[in-house]
């Protein structure tokens, strides 16, 4: 490694379930973090919209055990719930290299903030977003 900042180890984040049977690790170290609309998200979280923040796999532990894991969907593309209380902890995409984390369920606070809003084209008619980020109907696009 070269450079301080590959030298300097990350932050490194705790975040958990409702019910505190699973913990994870995962790096202060986000590449990208929005606030998604779709209604797949509204629904896995019961709310308005998931504030979500995307990092490489590697990045991401489990700290307790997976058998505490009920897994939904196939191994590029699932999401992770605890299997006792069914928080949604993580999704796993983008053919298995990257971890979506529900910010919700982070302990310590990251340094990364959700700076858009993705699939407002799906948005719920009952949500009003009151913020100036971007907004983009489906995929952000550059
Ligand atoms: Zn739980
Ligand atoms: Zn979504």
Request: hydrophobic content about 35%; proline content about 4%; some cysteine.
């Amino acid at each position: 490694m070269t450079g301080s900042a590959a030298a300097q180890k990350a932050r490194r984040l705790s975040g958990g379930c409702f019910c505190n049977a699973v913990r994870y690790e995962v790096e202060d170290a986000f590449i990208y973090a929005a606030n998604c609309h779709c209604s797949g998200c509204r629904r896995a979280t019961g709310s308005a919209f998931k504030p979500f923040a995307g990092i490489e796999r590697e990045k991401f532990s489990l700290v307790t055990n997976e058998d505490e894991l009920l897994i939904y969907g196939d191994d590029t593309a699932q999401d992770c719930h605890c299997a006792r209380c069914g928080s949604l902890l993580y999704s796993v995409v983008r053919d298995g290299a990257f971890v979506h984390v529900p910010m919700g369920t982070l302990i310590d606070a990251p340094t990364i903030r959700p700076n858009h809003h993705i699939f407002v084209g799906s948005k719920a008619s009952w949500f009003v977003i009151t913020d100036d980020l971007p907004q983009y109907q489906e995929h952000a696009v550059e």
